[in-house]
């Protein structure tokens, strides 16, 4: 069993939508949460970080933990076409050099269609 | 302020070569970490380094990859005698310190590797 499971998609939805993308992890050691997004052929781009349970909110973008579940989820609101991307959660452990190691999702893949 | 940068962006090999890419943190950082990704997989650590140091190099195959991050230049991830399963993108992140409460990693655009 991975570590962090995502669900690869595809994923595909008209522009103005609302998206969901979630992630689920099996160790309760992790402790910080984060969510990039890549582009074709690019690296990947922070666009949300959190270390808590509850919800994290930032311009269309909403990050929402829940420790006690094991669930992570990202929403995407009023979706645009330039959110077309690969969405990877992140996770990472607490303490010392653990949080060097950034365990991800398989990543999601999301088209918005006009 | 300069991202992270990585060189070359795209690099190919013969089996059996040597490949070197490198990576320059993001100015005031001081933290390196490699991850590899495989085509239709994400994302897998490789290595964590600080200045002269490595700190955890536990994604790091046993035999031909080495790296290191001199007190003076870039960060480098060496692989001798390249396979074709080396065929990957090879990413860089920097982060300033292990501030885990204020920071993470900040990525390059990563260097493709082709073995032929």
């Known amino acids: 069993q991975k570590e962090v499971e995502q669900d690869p998609g595809p994923l595909s939805v008209p522009e103005g939508a609302i998206v969901s993308l979630n992630c689920t992890y099996s160790n309760s050691a992790f402790q910080y949460f984060m969510w990039y997004r890549q582009y074709s052929r690019k690296g990947p781009e922070l666009l949300m970080y959190?270390?808590?349970?509850g919800n994290k909110e930032d311009g269309r973008f909403t990050a929402q933990v829940d420790k006690s579940s094991k669930y992570i989820s990202l929403f995407i609101r009023d979706s645009q076409p330039s959110d077309s991307a690969t969405y990877l959660c992140?996770?990472?452990?607490?303490?010392?050099?653990?949080?060097?190691?950034?365990?991800f999702g398989q990543g999601t893949i999301l088209t918005v269609h006009p | 302020n300069a991202g992270v940068m990585q060189n070359p962006r795209h690099l190919v090999r013969r089996r059996g070569q040597e490949a070197r890419l490198r990576c320059s943190p993001m100015?005031?950082?001081?933290?390196v970490y490699w991850y590899r990704q495989l085509p239709e997989e994400g994302l897998k650590f490789m290595v964590y380094l600080q200045k002269e140091n490595i700190i955890d190099e536990s994604g790091m195959p046993k035999e031909r990859f080495s790296a290191e991050f001199p007190k003076e230049g870039p960060s480098i991830l060496r692989i001798q005698q390249v396979v074709r399963g080396d065929s990957a993108a090879y990413f860089c992140?920097?982060?300033?310190?292990?501030?885990?409460?204020?920071?993470?990693?900040?990525f390059g655009p990563g260097t493709r590797l082709t073995v032929l």
């Open positions: 992140a920097s982060s300033p310190a292990l501030l885990a409460s204020t920071d993470t990693q900040y």
């Open positions: 959190t270390y808590s349970s």
């Open positions: 992140a996770t990472a452990k607490a303490g010392g050099t653990s949080y060097g190691k950034l365990t």
């Open positions: 100015k005031g950082h001081s933290h």
